[in-house]
Structure formats: structure tokens, C-alpha cells
């Protein structure tokens, strides 16, 4: 008796490579983390006192960016499961996006928490950029590379 389907190898699933919508939705976050770094630049400067509006700017954008990676994880977990890397990894950026916001939050009152807040900022758009080339590059890919 000869069997017709091979059994699948260890480390596949069934399960699409890759999600559309939660690209889209990462690579918003992913935007509106680089964004960050532009409007913190139109307000901070040595010695000076904050311009309110692009302080203000600067928050908005940080909720858009924490709505974004939200939306991102819930997607992740409904629809890319079989990508534990990418879940966690989306989980972990909403988590360290609120935290930040906490931070940039408290920065007013503490100056001495921008020593905290720039260096997580720049970990949170390495974080991004690792997720958005993960979401845009389907598994299978990664595989095929990964055997060479």
C-alpha cells in the first residue's frame, strides 16, 4: 500500500503564511512610530521650553500608534498563530507602546525620564521594523531561505 500525502514536516502548518490586514495594520504602527521621532524633534530643544503643540501632536500620534499595534495584536493572534514570533512580538510592542506613552506622559513633571523614554523609543522602532519586514515576507519564504 503506498500513501498519496506525505505528512507534514515539522515547524509548517496549514495556516496562511501571512495576513493582509495585519500588515497593513503594522505597518501603520510602524509609520506612526517613525513619526514619533519626527515631531519630538520639532519640539525638543536644549534649554528651551516644549512647544505645546507639537508636544501635543507627538501624543496624538503615540495613541495612534498604540490603536494601530493594538489592532495588530488581536489580528496576530486570530489569524497568525502558527507565527508565535510574530504574535509575541506584536503583544510586546502594544505593551511597551502604552508604556512609553506613560513615560512620555510623566516627562513634564520628571525630566530625567527622557534618559528612560528616547532609548525605549528607539527599541520600539527596531521592535516595528522587525515586525513589518516579518509580516511582508510570508513564511515559506523564510523556510526555502533558511535551507539554502
Known amino acids: 500500500m503506498t500513501q498519496t500525502e506525505q505528512a507534514p514536516r515539522l515547524g509548517t502548518s496549514q495556516a496562511p ?6 500588515t497593513v495594520l503594522i505597518c ?3 509609520l506612526a512610530v517613525l513619526l514619533q521621532g519626527l515631531w519630538a524633534g520639532l519640539f525638543i530643544h ?16 503615540g495613541d495612534a500608534a498604540i490603536l494601530f499595534a493594538a489592532l495588530a495584536t488581536v489580528v496576530a493572534f486570530i489569524k497568525l498563530r502558527s507565527r508565535p514570533a510574530i504574535v509575541a512580538g506584536t503583544g510586546a510592542l502594544t505593551v511597551l507602546l502604552v508604556a512609553e506613552a506613560y513615560l512620555g506622559g510623566l516627562i513634564g513633571d ?10 525605549l523609543a528607539m527599541a520600539l522602532m527596531a521592535l516595528v521594523i522587525w515586525l513589518t519586514t516579518r509580516a511582508v515576507r510570508p513564511a515559506a519564504s523564510r523556510q526555502r531561505a533558511s535551507t539554502r
Open 110 to 119: 520628571k525630566p530625567d525620564l527622557t534618559a528612560v523614554h528616547m532609548p
Open 46 to 61: 536644549e534649554g528651551n521650553d516644549f512647544q505645546q503643540s507639537w508636544v501635543d501632536v507627538h501624543a496624538r500620534c
Open 28 to 30: 501603520l504602527a510602524a
Open 17 to 22: 503564511a501571512r495576513s493582509t490586514p495585519y
